[in-house]
Every structure is written in structure tokens, then in C-alpha cells.
């Protein structure tokens, strides 16, 4: 019987950043229809986002071949406009990302902060001769 130990061989490896999420456009998209449950406008996403046309169009499709985003096109006011909503399982992989982000943060947060001063002074402080 082999006994496995419960701590990863590779603490700092994170895993579970999602590279369809991590790239920062796309995560600026999923975060904003995760604020938006009912979707955004391609043009309210583009503003939210700082996004040109085709950087937003590509993204979304990125998301939408991942599913992790529907695409509609409604024609309601007579012109095509595009709602990007996300879906179930997009919501679902986004928190897990967060899950996994938080997990980053808490262990650069772990870092003793006295130690980190004290080295930056060691280094600033002029050699005496």
C-alpha cells in the first residue's frame, strides 16, 4: 500500500488558474457579466472593459467555444445587438478560478513582512569601507 502525502509535491504550482480565464481581457469579461447576471451589451462590455471591437469580439469567442459565455443577437430595436451572458458552467470554472487566486494572495500574504523590511534595508544601506 503506498501512502500518498495530502500536501502537492508543488505548493506554488496553482494548478487551477484557468488560462481561458487568467489572460486579463478575458477575465475582465467574465467579471463583468458576473456582475451582470442578466447580460451586457457587446457595446456596455466593450466600455466596461476598455476593449476594442475586435480584441472584445475575439475574447468572446474564445469564452464561447470554452462555454463558458452565450452569445445572443436580439434585432428588437431594428438593429443587431449582441448580449454576451455567462453561462452555468462558466459561473461554476470563474468562482473555482477565484478559489485558486485567493489561495495566491493568502500565500504572498503569508510572507513576513518585518523580514522583507529588513532585507530591503540590508540592500539600500551603502557598504562602509
Known amino acids: ?16 488558474l484557468d488560462r481561458v480565464i487568467h489572460e486579463r481581457a478575458r477575465l475582465s ?3 463583468s457579466l458576473m456582475t451582470h447576471p442578466k447580460g451586457l451589451s457587446f457595446v456596455e462590455l466593450k466600455q466596461l ?18 462555454g463558458m459565455v452565450r452569445l445572443s443577437k436580439d434585432t ?4 443587431a445587438q449582441t448580449t454576451a451572458r455567462i453561462t452555468v458552467a462558466g459561473r461554476k470554472r470563474y468562482l473555482e478560478y477565484l478559489t ?10 503569508s510572507v513576513s513582512h518585518e523580514g522583507e523590511e529588513n532585507l530591503i534595508r540590508r540592500k539600500l544601506t551603502p557598504i562602509s569601507t
Do not use: W
Open 49 to 66: 472593459c476598455a476593449l476594442t471591437d475586435g480584441n472584445l469580439a475575439r475574447h468572446l469567442q474564445v469564452l464561447e467555444e470554452d
Open 76 to 79: 428588437d430595436t431594428g438593429r
Open 1 to 16: 500500500m503506498k501512502i500518498t502525502n495530502s500536501k502537492p509535491a508543488a505548493p506554488f504550482a496553482y494548478e487551477g
Open 29 to 31: 469579461v467574465l467579471t
Open 100 to 109: 485558486i487566486l485567493e489561495q495566491v494572495v493568502r500565500d504572498a500574504a
